[in-house]
């Protein structure tokens, strides 16, 4: 039953659990995934936003996400602001022995209760609009390599909340993530403690208003018998020119997980 349990769970592969970003592959069929998450900044004041994510995985290809969010983000406390869904299909596995590369199509539709300061098209409680994207992953045995790059596209949020005159509607992000499993050295059962460290690139741009920017998110990730993960983060802008909430900030994240549903 061990063994299956770790084979169903899949943690040698544990080191393409990114932080910030998803890989191209997905979580083992007829499994519940459970996030509850807290991001946040300090300057100028302190603000925070919870996120409660529940994942499914519908079959080896495809994989569904349901999120909602909390924040003070625009008022001077916590409130409902909206959620989103989002999916992902495999169209690709090329598989040997502790290696493999993926790729899959995914997409994110949201709609959120907020009024729009920001520059940045965001979809995790700050715009209401629809994400495409490819995202392709390369393991190398205990080194995980991850690419992805996709379209947003942003409309007037709910409650009356219009985009503002000169706002882009439109955006292009992409993301490089590397992932590498420090512990354990060598598997034995699945109560081991699993500890994976990332260095994660994340950008966006504005197409025709010279705004952008590229930061860098190192995250170090615990996953305790296969079920219980626990995620710090913490983004570092390289450059800037967009006005947006995401620079300089942290993230804490707790996921339980349950298989053969």
Known sequence: MAIGLLAVACPVFSQELYVNTEPASNMATNSLGIRVENQGFFNPTYKNRSTLEVMYGASRHLMVHGSLYMSDYYQNQQHFEGG??????????????QKHFRGAFFAKLSS???????????????????QTGVVFTQLLHKLALSGSISYLHAWDNAGGYELPDGHAKDAIAYTLSSGYLTLPKAYKDYDQLNVNLYAELLGKTNPGYG???LD?????????????????????????????????????????????L
Not at 84 to 97: E, M
């Open 112 to 130: 959120i209760d907020n009024p729009i300061p920001n520059q940045e098209i965001s979809l995790e409680g700050d715009n209401s609009g629809l």
């Open 216 to 260: 860098a998110a190192p995250a170090i990730q615990l996953i305790f018998n296969t079920l219980v993960r626990v995620d710090f983060s913490y983004r570092i802008p390289l450059y800037n020119s967009m006005i947006r909430n995401t620079d300089y900030m942290y993230l804490v994240r707790v996921e339980y997980n349950l298989f053969n």
């Open 211 to 213: 705004q952008s920017y």
């Open 84 to 97: 989103s869904v989002y999916a992902k299909y495999r169209f690709l596995s090329i598989d040997s022995v």
